[in-house]
Protein backbone atom coordinates (compact mmCIF):
# COMPACT_ATOMS: atom_id res chain seq x y z
CA UNK A 1 0.00 0.00 0.00
CA UNK A 2 3.18 2.29 0.07
CA UNK A 3 3.49 2.64 -3.62
CA UNK A 4 0.98 3.72 -6.45
CA UNK A 5 1.49 3.57 -9.77
CA UNK A 6 0.34 6.01 -12.39
CA UNK A 7 0.19 5.62 -16.28
CA UNK A 8 0.32 8.73 -17.92
CA UNK A 9 -0.39 8.09 -21.41
CA UNK A 10 -1.70 11.16 -23.14
CA UNK A 11 -0.57 14.88 -23.76
CA UNK A 12 0.24 17.33 -21.37
CA UNK A 13 -2.76 19.77 -21.18
CA UNK A 14 -4.57 21.53 -18.51
CA UNK A 15 -6.87 18.73 -18.18
CA UNK A 16 -4.69 15.67 -17.91
CA UNK A 17 -2.20 17.80 -15.84
CA UNK A 18 -5.11 18.53 -13.50
CA UNK A 19 -5.67 14.91 -12.99
CA UNK A 20 -2.06 14.16 -12.58
CA UNK A 21 -2.18 16.57 -9.39
CA UNK A 22 -5.45 14.97 -8.03
CA UNK A 23 -3.60 11.36 -8.36
CA UNK A 24 -0.35 13.33 -6.18
CA UNK A 25 -2.42 15.08 -3.81
CA UNK A 26 -4.41 11.80 -2.77
CA UNK A 27 -1.07 10.20 -2.65
CA UNK A 28 0.42 12.55 -0.19
CA UNK A 29 -2.45 12.13 2.21
CA UNK A 30 -2.34 8.93 2.24
CA UNK A 31 1.08 8.93 3.72
CA UNK A 32 2.38 6.57 0.46
CA UNK A 33 6.03 6.67 0.20
CA UNK A 34 6.71 6.31 -3.69
CA UNK A 35 5.10 7.15 -6.52
CA UNK A 36 5.82 5.19 -9.71
CA UNK A 37 4.99 7.57 -12.90
CA UNK A 38 4.75 5.58 -16.22
CA UNK A 39 4.88 8.02 -19.20
CA UNK A 40 3.85 8.13 -23.07
CA UNK A 41 3.31 11.39 -24.46
CA UNK A 42 4.22 13.59 -27.05
CA UNK A 43 4.46 16.60 -24.75
CA UNK A 44 2.28 19.68 -24.90
CA UNK A 45 2.26 22.40 -22.56
CA UNK A 46 5.31 24.17 -21.72
CA UNK A 47 3.23 25.85 -18.62
CA UNK A 48 2.07 22.43 -17.52
CA UNK A 49 4.69 20.25 -17.51
CA UNK A 50 7.22 22.87 -15.46
CA UNK A 51 4.74 22.92 -12.92
CA UNK A 52 4.25 19.24 -12.85
CA UNK A 53 8.25 18.99 -12.72
CA UNK A 54 8.63 21.17 -9.45
CA UNK A 55 5.77 19.51 -8.28
CA UNK A 56 6.98 16.29 -8.03
CA UNK A 57 10.63 17.64 -7.39
CA UNK A 58 9.31 19.28 -3.89
CA UNK A 59 6.38 16.68 -2.77
CA UNK A 60 6.96 14.99 0.51
CA UNK A 61 7.36 11.59 -1.82
CA UNK A 62 9.81 9.39 -3.82
CA UNK A 63 8.97 9.72 -7.54
CA UNK A 64 10.22 7.23 -9.80
CA UNK A 65 9.57 7.72 -13.08
CA UNK A 66 9.18 4.83 -16.54
CA UNK A 67 9.34 5.98 -20.51
CA UNK A 68 7.13 2.59 -21.44
CA UNK A 69 6.82 4.14 -24.97
CA UNK A 70 7.23 7.52 -26.62
CA UNK A 71 8.74 10.48 -24.42
CA UNK A 72 8.90 13.63 -26.27
CA UNK A 73 9.03 17.37 -25.93
CA UNK A 74 7.70 19.01 -22.36
CA UNK A 75 7.16 14.89 -21.48
CA UNK A 76 11.27 14.40 -21.10
CA UNK A 77 10.92 17.50 -18.37
CA UNK A 78 8.36 15.37 -16.75
CA UNK A 79 10.64 12.22 -16.81
CA UNK A 80 13.56 13.76 -15.43
CA UNK A 81 11.07 14.19 -12.16
CA UNK A 82 12.30 10.78 -10.92
CA UNK A 83 14.76 10.11 -8.61
CA UNK A 84 15.37 6.81 -10.45
CA UNK A 85 14.46 6.83 -14.03
CA UNK A 86 14.04 3.82 -16.01
CA UNK A 87 12.96 2.97 -19.76
CA UNK A 88 11.51 -0.51 -21.82
CA UNK A 89 14.15 -1.22 -24.07
CA UNK A 90 11.90 -0.18 -27.22
CA UNK A 91 11.17 3.20 -26.44
CA UNK A 92 12.48 6.63 -27.43
CA UNK A 93 12.94 10.32 -26.34
CA UNK A 94 12.52 13.24 -28.14
CA UNK A 95 14.43 16.41 -27.33
CA UNK A 96 13.63 19.97 -29.04
CA UNK A 97 13.17 23.20 -28.50
CA UNK A 98 10.28 25.59 -27.30
CA UNK A 99 7.83 27.47 -29.94
CA UNK A 100 5.20 30.14 -29.60
CA UNK A 101 2.35 29.10 -30.85
CA UNK A 102 -0.22 31.96 -32.74
CA UNK A 103 -3.43 31.16 -33.11
CA UNK A 104 -6.26 32.63 -35.73
CA UNK A 105 -5.53 36.50 -36.90
CA UNK A 106 -3.51 37.73 -33.32
CA UNK A 107 -1.40 40.34 -34.20
CA UNK A 108 1.48 41.79 -31.48
CA UNK A 109 2.85 45.22 -31.15
CA UNK A 110 6.63 45.34 -30.56
CA UNK A 111 6.75 44.98 -27.25
CA UNK A 112 3.97 42.38 -26.98
CA UNK A 113 6.37 40.65 -29.80
CA UNK A 114 9.38 41.45 -26.75
CA UNK A 115 6.82 40.06 -24.17
CA UNK A 116 6.43 36.50 -26.26
CA UNK A 117 9.91 36.36 -27.18
CA UNK A 118 11.36 36.73 -23.78
CA UNK A 119 8.70 33.97 -22.25
CA UNK A 120 10.03 31.76 -24.93
CA UNK A 121 13.80 32.81 -24.09
CA UNK A 122 13.11 31.85 -20.44
CA UNK A 123 10.70 28.67 -21.29
CA UNK A 124 14.27 26.90 -23.42
CA UNK A 125 16.41 28.06 -20.13
CA UNK A 126 14.40 26.35 -17.88
CA UNK A 127 13.70 23.24 -19.35
CA UNK A 128 17.54 23.28 -20.75
CA UNK A 129 18.57 23.48 -16.99
CA UNK A 130 15.73 20.69 -15.85
CA UNK A 131 17.83 18.34 -18.55
CA UNK A 132 21.08 19.80 -17.73
CA UNK A 133 20.44 19.27 -13.96
CA UNK A 134 19.21 15.95 -14.29
CA UNK A 135 22.06 14.45 -17.19
CA UNK A 136 24.95 16.66 -15.34
CA UNK A 137 25.79 18.12 -19.03
CA UNK A 138 26.57 22.11 -19.30
CA UNK A 139 23.59 23.81 -19.80
CA UNK A 140 24.43 25.64 -23.20
CA UNK A 141 25.37 21.94 -24.59
CA UNK A 142 21.85 21.01 -23.86
CA UNK A 143 20.10 23.80 -25.65
CA UNK A 144 22.31 23.06 -28.31
CA UNK A 145 20.82 19.70 -28.01
CA UNK A 146 17.48 21.25 -28.24
CA UNK A 147 17.62 23.25 -31.04
CA UNK A 148 19.11 20.42 -33.48
CA UNK A 149 15.89 18.39 -32.20
CA UNK A 150 17.62 14.81 -31.30
CA UNK A 151 15.54 11.96 -31.13
CA UNK A 152 17.40 9.38 -28.60
CA UNK A 153 17.07 5.21 -28.07
CA UNK A 154 17.05 3.74 -24.24
CA UNK A 155 20.68 2.98 -24.72
CA UNK A 156 21.43 6.67 -25.63
CA UNK A 157 19.26 8.30 -23.09
CA UNK A 158 21.08 6.35 -20.90
CA UNK A 159 24.06 7.48 -22.25
CA UNK A 160 23.27 10.65 -22.18
CA UNK A 161 22.16 10.98 -18.73
CA UNK A 162 18.30 10.39 -18.82
CA UNK A 163 17.91 6.81 -18.29
CA UNK A 164 19.52 4.94 -15.32
CA UNK A 165 18.06 1.54 -15.93
CA UNK A 166 16.67 -0.18 -19.19
CA UNK A 167 14.27 -2.76 -18.49
CA UNK A 168 11.42 -4.32 -19.21
CA UNK A 169 9.13 -4.73 -16.10
CA UNK A 170 7.10 -2.09 -15.12
CA UNK A 171 4.97 -2.69 -12.43
CA UNK A 172 4.04 -5.57 -9.99
CA UNK A 173 0.69 -8.00 -10.51
CA UNK A 174 -0.68 -6.68 -7.46
CA UNK A 175 -0.03 -2.59 -8.58
CA UNK A 176 -2.46 -0.34 -7.27
CA UNK A 177 -2.59 2.03 -10.49
CA UNK A 178 -4.22 5.12 -11.62
CA UNK A 179 -4.47 5.68 -15.10
CA UNK A 180 -4.74 9.38 -17.13
CA UNK A 181 -5.41 8.88 -20.95
CA UNK A 182 -7.75 11.38 -23.24
CA UNK A 183 -10.54 8.37 -23.28
CA UNK A 184 -9.90 5.67 -20.81
CA UNK A 185 -13.30 4.04 -20.18
CA UNK A 186 -14.96 1.44 -18.20
CA UNK A 187 -16.62 -2.06 -19.43
CA UNK A 188 -20.77 -1.57 -19.54
CA UNK A 189 -22.18 -2.81 -15.94
CA UNK A 190 -18.81 -2.89 -13.67
CA UNK A 191 -19.76 -3.53 -10.46
CA UNK A 192 -17.87 -1.26 -7.49
CA UNK A 193 -18.20 -2.27 -4.00
CA UNK A 194 -21.35 -1.30 -1.99
CA UNK A 195 -23.57 -1.39 -5.06
CA UNK A 196 -22.24 1.42 -7.20
CA UNK A 197 -22.27 1.08 -10.50
CA UNK A 198 -20.19 3.15 -13.47
CA UNK A 199 -21.98 4.55 -16.82
CA UNK A 200 -20.72 3.10 -20.22
CA UNK A 201 -19.16 6.24 -21.32
CA UNK A 202 -16.61 7.11 -18.50
CA UNK A 203 -16.02 10.84 -18.19
CA UNK A 204 -12.72 12.35 -18.19
CA UNK A 205 -11.77 13.61 -14.86
CA UNK A 206 -13.59 10.24 -12.99
CA UNK A 207 -11.94 9.68 -10.05
CA UNK A 208 -12.94 7.03 -7.06
CA UNK A 209 -13.53 9.71 -4.32
CA UNK A 210 -16.14 11.58 -6.32
CA UNK A 211 -18.33 8.64 -6.08
CA UNK A 212 -20.49 8.98 -3.12
CA UNK A 213 -20.32 5.97 -1.20
CA UNK A 214 -17.40 4.32 -2.36
CA UNK A 215 -14.35 3.46 -0.77
CA UNK A 216 -11.12 1.87 -2.04
CA UNK A 217 -10.81 -1.73 -1.59
CA UNK A 218 -8.71 -4.77 -2.80
CA UNK A 219 -12.15 -5.80 -5.54
CA UNK A 220 -10.85 -2.72 -7.24
CA UNK A 221 -7.17 -2.79 -7.96
CA UNK A 222 -7.43 -0.46 -10.98
CA UNK A 223 -8.95 3.25 -10.17
CA UNK A 224 -9.74 4.80 -13.76
CA UNK A 225 -9.52 9.17 -13.75
Same mark, same amino acid.
Given at each position: ???????????????????????????????????????????????????????????????????????????????????????? *????? %??? $??? /??? &????? @??????????????????????????????????????????????????????????????????????????????? *????? %??? $??? /??? &????? @????????????????????
Amino acid at each position: MNDLYVRFMAPVIPQTADLLFKALDSAIAQKRQRVHLLISSPGGSVFHGLSIYNFLKGAPIEVMTYNFGSVDSIGVVMFCAGTRRFSV *PHARF %LIH $GVK /LNV &NGNNS @FDEKQLEEHLKGVKIDQQNIAQVIADTTERPRDKVENDMNSRITLSPIEAKNYGLVHEIKSELFPQDAQMIMIGENVQL *PQGIQ %LPN $GIQ /LPF &NLPLG @FTYPSVEGYTQSDDLKYVTI
